[in-house]
């Protein structure tokens, strides 16, 4: 479940303008409800966690946090106020503590005991600043701080605020407040040169800086993709640099190899990424990280560990081992320097073993825990964690099952006696679960030792304890405002109070207003009021705020009884369908609150096998997208841009199955042999339900200028003598004698007999303006549809019944419907046709002039 934390700025900086107009906070703002849009677009975003913090002082900058869904996390973004100083070093440090306020108490961190990569709660921290000179009660500060001081407890057990599985990104805004008039850079968005770029760097992460409202949807549309599972690691060589390799992949010694100069892939800092089991949808690991010291029950408390872990590999090549049944991990690294050096290499059979200084007793370096290996088609490097030491224990296991059959001798007890020796106490457990998995014999004894002292575990239950105070304190002080500035209190030198008639006169007309008395003139001294006018209501009318039952009038008593116990029980409903229009009725603020409606969807079924490939869905309509998870519109279009589809196997070039259908067609004769045989002729424009250029469209369902040409020169093949001219054949049918008739879940189906096939099908006008209700009735649907989806509109456009005219009007109807949807796509090709059919309409109408002035 990924944690995306936004921290905005809310500094009285962020009140300067752009060109636009527009503040620099209100941009942010935007900016959120931008990505929250485009990350709403993937299906996992259901289980996404949202939180907002600000500049204020601690705990007040916390707008939402653990407890708060999306709608309070969209009301407090909306209601955010630009005052105060640019604290950025004391917000992100309430910003980190916030994400690791449960982490003591699910004991995901593991301290002193490994670090289980698949033990995460991944993480996306992203700032909105303008980048300008940190401020705060001491001064302007040149670099950025972080505090210290950290009110959660077991801060002091991690050296920096954050964790391995939080990254911080930060979007830096320079939009200038005049227009520019310099073209605009294209390309990737290089970072900012402020203090927070260098945080973020140390983190995983990465700044942007923001010059154009373009570049700002670029690195929003980048964000989203940075949404990953994984753990931050620092990947560090060790020992000499390996021997150069030529072309054949094989090493050439003769090639000199630089040991001594820095190149960038000796040291990398990049995210390994962990993915979730398909089955479960969580992580799933056996074997740690190790520890960078050796636990042991003489130390007194466990020492402060590096946030990232850092992991030396030799270059020294090796054999990758592995033995059936033994579990192993296998992680993805980023792209980097590190990556492209070893894929370059060329060399997927062999492998470079990895290291944790000082994570064995014995050995300063520590033992190797896993290698980096390519895989076998060179497109990544994967990280294969393995347990400590295994190039001891896998030849010994090897040999337990292989040779000793499961009955070890006591020469091989002995050997692997003196294994456990060099094995951290934390790899004991999932040691013994590994050998339990592969049906060994039970090597370890059941009285395992974790390595740690009774002190250090008292210490760690005792800050668990204390982080469940302290986590309902800052929760509980979330969403609260913080306390407004005393006011100066002047004195009055005037020399006179006020005077007893103007008091005495103000609480009378208190009374008046709770409807204890009622308002009387002559009470009141207008001398005190000079220049004001008091309004006096009917005497008649009095307020309804009674507080004795006593003071209700007789005549008033069931009515007022009556209005007490609907305002009670709430169960009178005075209009019919009160409650129900109340029940749809949704602020416009909550409107589009799409998360909180995912989060009530069940979830998918998960596939029988999860290894077979997935199963195309082939029936039907072979041009249906899948809409799970996504909510576009086109007004999203400057965002999303053309979706291109990939053809599905199997997919016919022309939908035009007789299985689907629908239309019912009777063509006249054509071929006399035909007719003899009872056969139907196959071409003519009413015998398909859509041109096969329209039907072959792009994968976004948006014809092309060719096929438009195509579908008006289909529309406008009306003659004056009402037949039909399909272009491209000598065939000649009927105009409004013959039809294709659609309907919506009906299939009716003409089977010709020898000798019994008519020659035609006479269409009524009543059935004509049947057919052309049902159209429009469709036409109406298939506009309110989401997505690009034409080729049904023009199918039914195709299928009008009547005159050029009509079909026409048909078109005109279209457009409209189209425009109170905003389908500004699909209204710029239906005016092309419409063109069209206009064009064809003037040139009948010249030729039918000029046939009657030449007869």
Known sequence: MPILLFLIDTSASMNQRTDLGTSYLDIAKGAVE????????????RGDRYMLVTYDEPPYCIKAGWKENHATFMSELKN??????????????????LLNLNRLISGIDNYGQGRNPFFLEPSILITITDGNKLTSTAGVQEELHLPLNSPLPGSELTKEPFRWDQRLFALVLRLPGLASTE????????TDESAITQMCEVTGGRSYCVRTQRMLNQCLESLVQKIQSGVVINFEKTGPDPLPVGEDGLTDSSRPSNSFAAQPW??????????????????VGHWPIPESFWPDQ???????????????FSCVDCEPMVIDKLPFDKYELEPSPLTQYILERKSPHTCW?????????????????????ASTTLTCVNLFVMPYNYPVLLPLLDDLFKVHKLKPNLKWRQAFDSYLKTLPPYYLLPLKKALRMMGAPNLISDNLDCGLSYSVISYLKKLSQQTKLESERILASVGKKPPQEIGIKVKNHSGGGVSFTHSKNFRKLLKEIIGESAPRLTELNTKEFAGFQVGLLNKDLKPQTYRNAYDIPRRGLLDQLTRMRSNLLKTHKFIVGQDEDSLHSVPVAQMGNYQEYLKTLASPLREIDPDQPKRLHTFGNPFKQDKKGMMIDEADEFVAGPQNKVKRPGEPNSPLSSKRRRNVTVIPDVHEEKRENGQIPPDGFLSKSAPPELMNMAGDGVPHHHQLDSLSDDFTSLRKDGLIHKPGTHALLGGSKHCSVSVD???????????????????????????????????MKEVRKFGRKYERIFILLEEVQGSLAVKKQFVEFTIKEAARFKRRVLIQYLEKVLEKIDSHHHLNNVNHINRRSSC
């Open 183 to 190: 073209p605009e850079h294209l390309g990737s968005v290089p």
């Open 353 to 373: 073993q990895v290291f944790v200084t000082s994570s064995g007793k014995y050995n300063e370096l520590g033992y190797p825990f896993g290698y980096l290996k």
């Open 298 to 312: 003489n130390l007194p408390s466990l020492p402060p560990r590096t946030s990232h872990p850092v992991v030396r």
């Open 34 to 45: 931008l990505f929250l849009k485009l990350r709403a677009r993937d299906p996992a975003s």
């Open 266 to 283: 000796h040291s990398c800092h990049k995210l390994i990424y962990v993915r979730p089991n398909s089955k479960t949808g969580v992580p």
């Open 80 to 97: 955010l106020q630009a005052s105060g100083l640019t604290t950025l070093g004391q917000a992100l440090r309430s910003s980190f503590d």
């Open 745 to 779: 879940d009906r299939k009716a189906s003409v089977t010709p007999t020898l000798g019994t096939v008519p020659n035609t099908l006479q269409i009524t006008p009543a059935m004509a303006q049947g057919i052309n209700a049902d159209i429009k009735h469709q036409l």
